[in-house]
C-alpha cells in the first residue's frame, strides 16, 4: 500500500476498519493466550486480551483517520503502532516488577500480536468496500471465543498417575487386576531369580498431592489447581496406612491465591488420612490392582469418614499408590471463599501419588 491515500466513501470508514482489525488480533490472542500461562487469571486472561485487541483496534482506527490523507500518512500510523508496543513492553515491564510477577512471557507476545495485526491490517481493511455487518460478526466471534476460552489452559492438570513417579530401575510391564494391560513402569524386581522381600512397613520417600477445585467469575467457570510435594505417611501391610500433606505447601499458578491458602489453613496446616485397614491381594509383584480404601480424613481439625479409590502395586522393596477422593469443603467446616470477584465452589477432587520403601 502506497503512502499516498485516496478516500472513497464507499469503503469501510477507517474506525470500523480498526474495530475488524481488531477483532482478527483478539481471536489470534485469544488462540495464543490459550498456550501461555497466565500470572493471574484475573486480570491476564483470554476475555481480557480480547477486550484488549478490540480496543487497540478501535484506538488504530481513529488514528488512521486523523493520518490517512497526510503525507506519509501510513509510515506515521505504523510508527505509531510500533511505539504503542514498546509503550506496553514498558508497562508490562513495570507491573511484573511491582505487582504481577511472570507477566512479562505471558502479555508481551501477546501484545505484539496484536500490535502487529492491527497496524497491518487497519489501513488495509479500510480499502475495502465491505460491510458494517462484517466488523460486527468479527467482533462478535472475537468475544465468545475471549469468553470460550476464559480460564483454560492457566492451570496444571491435577490428574496423576503411577507412571509419574521416578523409580529408576528396570521396567517390566504393569497388569490391571481385571487382566488388561496398562502401561509400563520402573520396576525394582530383582532379576536373579530370587523372591523379592517382605517388609512390615514401608516408609514415604516420595508424595505428591494436588487439590482441584471449580471457581467462577462473574459468571464464567474456570478450575484451580494446586500442587505439593510435602506429602508423607507410613504402611503397614494388614493393617493400614496413614499420609500427612502440609496444606500450606500447595502452590498453583496464582500467587495471591496460594497466600490465601496459607493464611486459611495457618493454625492448623497438616491435614491427615488414616486408613482402617490396608493389605494388598496376594497377586505377583508388578500387577495393580484396585481398592476402595475407607478410613477417616481430618483437616481443619474435623475429621470425616471417607472413601479413597486407590491403584497400587508393589515390586520388591517399593509399594506405589495413587488415589482420588471427591470432597466438599464445608463437611470440614471451611466456608467456601470469595477473592475479589471470584467465587470458590463447595467441592474439592483431592489427590495422592506416593512411593514407600520398606524397612
Known sequence: MADEYTYDPDTLDPWLAGLASGAVAAIVGTLLAFALRSPDDLVANSLTVAVGALVIGLVSGMLWRRLRATSNGLAAFRWAMVGGFVVSLVAIAIIDQVALSSLIPYAAPIAGVIFFTVGWFTPYLATLYWSWLIPAVLTLVALAMGVGLFGRGNVESGELSLTDLTTTTMATPVITATGSTATTIASPIPTDGSQPETFAEYTVNEGVA???????????????VGRSE???GLITPGEGFEFTIDLTTFTS?????????RDMFDADPLATFNADAFDLPDVPDGEVVLLAIPGTMTVNGTPVAVVWDVEAVKEGAVISVTGELDITLTEFGLTPPRLGFVQVEDEAHLEVLFQAIGL
Request: zero cysteines; charged letters at 20%; aromatic letters at 8%.
Open 253 to 261: 499458578d496464582q500467587a495471591r491465591r496460594d497466600r490465601f491458602v
Open 210 to 224: 494436588t487439590w482441584t477445585v471449580p471457581e467462577t467469575l462473574q459468571g464464567l467457570a474456570t478450575v484451580a
Open 230 to 232: 510435602s506429602l508423607t
